[in-house]
T-cell receptor, first 111, second 114 residues
Protein backbone atom coordinates (compact mmCIF):
# COMPACT_ATOMS: atom_id res chain seq x y z
CA UNK A 1 0.00 0.00 0.00
CA UNK A 2 1.35 3.40 -0.97
CA UNK A 3 1.70 5.90 1.86
CA UNK A 4 -0.25 8.61 0.03
CA UNK A 5 -2.66 7.66 -2.74
CA UNK A 6 -4.56 9.76 -5.23
CA UNK A 7 -6.71 8.85 -8.20
CA UNK A 8 -4.65 9.84 -11.23
CA UNK A 9 -7.72 11.00 -13.17
CA UNK A 10 -8.32 12.84 -15.29
CA UNK A 11 -11.24 14.28 -13.39
CA UNK A 12 -13.35 16.26 -15.80
CA UNK A 13 -15.92 18.81 -14.56
CA UNK A 14 -17.86 21.55 -16.36
CA UNK A 15 -17.08 25.19 -15.71
CA UNK A 16 -18.89 26.45 -12.61
CA UNK A 17 -19.21 23.01 -11.01
CA UNK A 18 -17.61 21.76 -7.81
CA UNK A 19 -14.48 19.66 -8.25
CA UNK A 20 -13.79 17.17 -5.48
CA UNK A 21 -10.31 15.72 -5.13
CA UNK A 22 -9.44 13.03 -2.61
CA UNK A 23 -6.28 11.71 -1.06
CA UNK A 24 -5.85 8.74 1.28
CA UNK A 25 -2.93 8.23 3.63
CA UNK A 26 -1.65 5.25 5.55
CA UNK A 27 0.04 6.77 8.62
CA UNK A 28 -2.67 7.23 11.24
CA UNK A 29 -0.40 9.59 13.16
CA UNK A 30 -0.21 12.11 10.30
CA UNK A 31 -0.89 15.65 11.44
CA UNK A 32 -0.24 18.04 8.52
CA UNK A 33 -1.85 17.93 5.10
CA UNK A 34 -0.95 20.02 2.06
CA UNK A 35 -2.47 20.62 -1.35
CA UNK A 36 -0.34 21.83 -4.25
CA UNK A 37 -1.35 22.76 -7.77
CA UNK A 38 1.03 21.98 -10.61
CA UNK A 39 0.48 23.29 -14.11
CA UNK A 40 2.11 21.37 -16.94
CA UNK A 41 5.81 22.19 -17.13
CA UNK A 42 5.71 24.22 -13.92
CA UNK A 43 6.68 23.52 -10.33
CA UNK A 44 4.18 22.78 -7.54
CA UNK A 45 2.47 25.78 -5.99
CA UNK A 46 1.02 25.64 -2.49
CA UNK A 47 -2.77 26.12 -2.45
CA UNK A 48 -3.56 25.47 1.18
CA UNK A 49 -2.76 23.30 4.14
CA UNK A 50 -4.52 22.05 7.22
CA UNK A 51 -3.50 20.48 10.45
CA UNK A 52 -5.30 17.67 12.18
CA UNK A 53 -7.36 20.06 14.25
CA UNK A 54 -9.79 21.09 11.55
CA UNK A 55 -10.92 21.99 8.06
CA UNK A 56 -10.12 25.23 6.24
CA UNK A 57 -11.78 27.40 3.63
CA UNK A 58 -9.91 29.91 1.48
CA UNK A 59 -11.88 31.58 -1.27
CA UNK A 60 -13.12 28.91 -3.66
CA UNK A 61 -11.01 26.22 -2.02
CA UNK A 62 -11.93 24.06 0.98
CA UNK A 63 -9.73 21.38 2.53
CA UNK A 64 -11.44 18.77 4.69
CA UNK A 65 -9.93 16.02 6.82
CA UNK A 66 -11.56 12.72 7.74
CA UNK A 67 -9.22 11.24 10.33
CA UNK A 68 -11.31 8.14 10.98
CA UNK A 69 -11.18 7.11 7.32
CA UNK A 70 -7.72 8.59 6.75
CA UNK A 71 -8.44 10.78 3.80
CA UNK A 72 -8.24 14.46 3.00
CA UNK A 73 -10.29 16.25 0.37
CA UNK A 74 -9.92 19.42 -1.65
CA UNK A 75 -13.10 21.02 -2.94
CA UNK A 76 -12.94 23.66 -5.64
CA UNK A 77 -16.15 25.63 -6.01
CA UNK A 78 -17.13 27.48 -9.19
CA UNK A 79 -14.41 25.64 -11.13
CA UNK A 80 -12.72 27.64 -13.87
CA UNK A 81 -10.75 26.47 -16.92
CA UNK A 82 -7.70 28.03 -15.27
CA UNK A 83 -8.06 25.44 -12.48
CA UNK A 84 -7.11 22.73 -14.97
CA UNK A 85 -3.89 21.29 -13.55
CA UNK A 86 -2.51 18.39 -11.54
CA UNK A 87 -3.29 18.58 -7.84
CA UNK A 88 -0.74 17.03 -5.49
CA UNK A 89 -1.57 15.93 -1.98
CA UNK A 90 1.24 15.83 0.57
CA UNK A 91 1.08 14.38 4.06
CA UNK A 92 3.47 14.94 6.93
CA UNK A 93 3.88 11.90 9.11
CA UNK A 94 3.33 11.83 12.81
CA UNK A 95 7.04 12.14 13.53
CA UNK A 96 7.05 15.60 11.98
CA UNK A 97 10.00 15.42 9.60
CA UNK A 98 8.84 13.35 6.66
CA UNK A 99 6.39 14.66 4.05
CA UNK A 100 5.18 12.24 1.40
CA UNK A 101 3.66 13.37 -1.89
CA UNK A 102 0.98 11.56 -3.81
CA UNK A 103 1.27 11.11 -7.57
CA UNK A 104 -1.38 13.74 -8.20
CA UNK A 105 -4.84 13.97 -9.77
CA UNK A 106 -5.26 15.66 -13.12
CA UNK A 107 -8.24 18.01 -13.21
CA UNK A 108 -9.78 19.25 -16.44
CA UNK A 109 -12.40 21.99 -16.30
CA UNK A 110 -14.42 22.22 -19.51
CA UNK A 111 -15.49 25.68 -20.64
CA UNK B 1 9.80 38.05 -0.35
CA UNK B 2 12.07 36.44 -2.93
CA UNK B 3 11.20 32.85 -3.78
CA UNK B 4 13.40 29.77 -4.04
CA UNK B 5 16.04 30.28 -6.71
CA UNK B 6 17.35 27.40 -8.80
CA UNK B 7 19.80 27.13 -11.65
CA UNK B 8 20.17 26.10 -14.34
CA UNK B 9 16.60 25.81 -15.71
CA UNK B 10 17.57 23.24 -18.32
CA UNK B 11 20.51 20.91 -18.76
CA UNK B 12 21.31 18.35 -21.43
CA UNK B 13 24.22 15.97 -20.93
CA UNK B 14 25.33 12.58 -22.14
CA UNK B 15 25.23 9.52 -19.93
CA UNK B 16 28.25 9.05 -17.69
CA UNK B 17 28.84 12.81 -17.57
CA UNK B 18 28.45 14.83 -14.38
CA UNK B 19 26.06 17.67 -13.60
CA UNK B 20 25.41 20.00 -10.69
CA UNK B 21 22.35 21.97 -9.64
CA UNK B 22 22.21 24.96 -7.34
CA UNK B 23 19.47 26.14 -5.00
CA UNK B 24 19.07 29.22 -2.81
CA UNK B 25 16.12 28.93 -0.40
CA UNK B 26 13.80 31.63 0.87
CA UNK B 27 15.58 33.76 3.41
CA UNK B 28 15.11 32.43 6.93
CA UNK B 29 13.96 28.98 5.86
CA UNK B 30 15.92 26.42 7.83
CA UNK B 31 14.74 23.35 5.95
CA UNK B 32 15.76 22.63 2.36
CA UNK B 33 14.60 19.76 0.18
CA UNK B 34 15.74 18.26 -3.11
CA UNK B 35 13.15 16.29 -5.08
CA UNK B 36 13.23 14.29 -8.28
CA UNK B 37 10.04 14.39 -10.34
CA UNK B 38 9.61 12.04 -13.26
CA UNK B 39 6.85 12.86 -15.76
CA UNK B 40 3.47 11.72 -14.48
CA UNK B 41 4.68 11.07 -10.93
CA UNK B 42 4.70 13.02 -7.71
CA UNK B 43 7.90 14.54 -6.35
CA UNK B 44 10.22 12.00 -4.74
CA UNK B 45 12.35 13.27 -1.87
CA UNK B 46 16.07 12.80 -2.45
CA UNK B 47 17.46 14.64 0.54
CA UNK B 48 16.26 16.95 3.29
CA UNK B 49 18.48 19.36 5.22
CA UNK B 50 17.74 21.08 8.48
CA UNK B 51 20.17 24.02 8.54
CA UNK B 52 23.37 22.32 7.33
CA UNK B 53 22.59 18.86 8.71
CA UNK B 54 21.00 15.98 6.80
CA UNK B 55 17.60 14.89 8.16
CA UNK B 56 16.67 12.30 5.52
CA UNK B 57 18.65 10.95 2.58
CA UNK B 58 17.16 7.46 2.53
CA UNK B 59 16.15 7.69 -1.15
CA UNK B 60 19.31 9.34 -2.42
CA UNK B 61 21.31 6.99 -4.71
CA UNK B 62 24.52 7.64 -2.89
CA UNK B 63 26.71 5.83 -5.38
CA UNK B 64 26.06 8.63 -7.89
CA UNK B 65 24.23 11.47 -6.16
CA UNK B 66 25.66 13.84 -3.58
CA UNK B 67 24.38 17.01 -1.97
CA UNK B 68 25.69 19.58 0.41
CA UNK B 69 24.41 22.65 2.19
CA UNK B 70 27.42 24.46 3.51
CA UNK B 71 26.71 27.28 5.97
CA UNK B 72 23.06 26.28 6.12
CA UNK B 73 21.93 28.49 3.25
CA UNK B 74 22.31 27.52 -0.40
CA UNK B 75 22.77 23.97 -1.59
CA UNK B 76 24.14 21.99 -4.50
CA UNK B 77 23.05 18.60 -5.80
CA UNK B 78 25.46 16.65 -7.99
CA UNK B 79 25.08 13.59 -10.16
CA UNK B 80 28.20 11.71 -11.23
CA UNK B 81 28.05 9.70 -13.43
CA UNK B 82 24.60 10.31 -14.90
CA UNK B 83 22.40 7.47 -16.15
CA UNK B 84 19.55 7.59 -18.65
CA UNK B 85 17.01 7.03 -15.86
CA UNK B 86 18.14 10.27 -14.18
CA UNK B 87 16.24 12.25 -16.80
CA UNK B 88 13.73 14.19 -14.70
CA UNK B 89 12.94 17.55 -13.18
CA UNK B 90 14.94 18.31 -10.05
CA UNK B 91 13.03 20.50 -7.66
CA UNK B 92 14.35 22.39 -4.70
CA UNK B 93 11.99 23.49 -1.95
CA UNK B 94 12.36 25.22 1.38
CA UNK B 95 10.26 25.67 4.49
CA UNK B 96 10.45 27.18 7.92
CA UNK B 97 11.96 24.88 10.50
CA UNK B 98 10.17 21.59 10.91
CA UNK B 99 8.79 19.10 8.45
CA UNK B 100 5.20 20.07 9.20
CA UNK B 101 5.58 23.48 7.55
CA UNK B 102 4.40 24.16 3.99
CA UNK B 103 7.11 23.88 1.37
CA UNK B 104 7.78 26.47 -1.31
CA UNK B 105 9.26 25.26 -4.58
CA UNK B 106 11.70 26.74 -7.02
CA UNK B 107 11.14 26.56 -10.77
CA UNK B 108 13.14 23.33 -11.05
CA UNK B 109 15.85 22.09 -13.40
CA UNK B 110 14.81 19.91 -16.31
CA UNK B 111 17.59 17.38 -16.92
CA UNK B 112 17.82 15.35 -20.11
CA UNK B 113 20.33 12.54 -20.45
CA UNK B 114 21.27 11.49 -23.98
Amino acid sequence: QKEVEQNSGPLSVPEGAIASLNCTYSDRGSQSFFWYRQYSGKSPELIMFIYSNGDKEDGRFTAQLNKASQYVSLLIRDSQPSDSATYLCAVNNGGGFKTIFGAGTRLFVKA
Amino acid sequence: EAGVAQSPRYKIIEKRQSVAFWCNPISGHATLYWYQQILGQGPKLLIQFQNNGVVDDSQLPKDRFSAERLKGVDSTLKIQPAKLEDSAVYLCASSRQGGNQPQHFGDGTRLSIL
